[in-house]
């Protein structure tokens, strides 16, 4: 059963130099590394289901950006928390899930 999360994350520090491509990929990296289970696009080369909003300038720190994932089965809000906590940078800091 798929399910759709909202994370709230901080991108602080160094990592405020990190383009909106970049973080988009950084959270794809960081995701598949989790192991959680995700849900990919249809077609000739899938994706995972990801949107950053909203997408910020290069160069500023922001507490309220939103990474919305669909995911292909159910996950709780701390294993989420907990497993990309591991496999994110410093500077990138998750705030909540919803």
Same mark, same amino acid.
């Given at each position: 059963? $798929?399910? *759709?999360? @909202?994370?709230?994350? #901080?991108?602080?520090?160094?990592?405020?130099?990190?383009?909106?491509? !970049? @973080?988009?990929?950084?959270?794809?990296? #960081?995701?598949? &590394?989790? /192991?959680? %289970?995700?849900?990919?696009?249809?077609?000739?080369? $899938?994706?995972?289901?990801? +949107? =950053?909003? %909203?997408?910020?300038?290069?160069?500023? *720190?922001? /507490? /309220?950006?939103? #990474?919305?994932? &669909?995911?292909?089965? =159910?996950?709780? !809000?701390?294993?989420? =928390? +907990?497993?990309?906590? !591991?496999?994110? %940078?410093?500077? =990138?800091?998750?705030? *909540?899930?919803?």
């Amino acid at each position: 059963m $798929p399910q *759709e999360k @909202t994370i709230i994350f #901080a991108k602080k520090g160094l990592m405020r130099f990190i383009s909106h491509l !970049d @973080t988009l990929r950084l959270f794809q990296r #960081a995701l598949r &590394r989790a /192991d959680l %289970p995700l849900s990919f696009s249809q077609g000739y080369s $899938p994706h995972i289901k990801l +949107k =950053i909003i %909203p997408a910020i300038k290069l160069g500023l *720190e922001s /507490d /309220d950006l939103k #990474a919305v994932i &669909r995911f292909g089965g =159910i996950v709780s !809000d701390t294993q989420i =928390i +907990k497993r990309l906590k !591991d496999n994110l %940078p410093k500077g =990138i800091d998750i705030l *909540e899930v919803k």
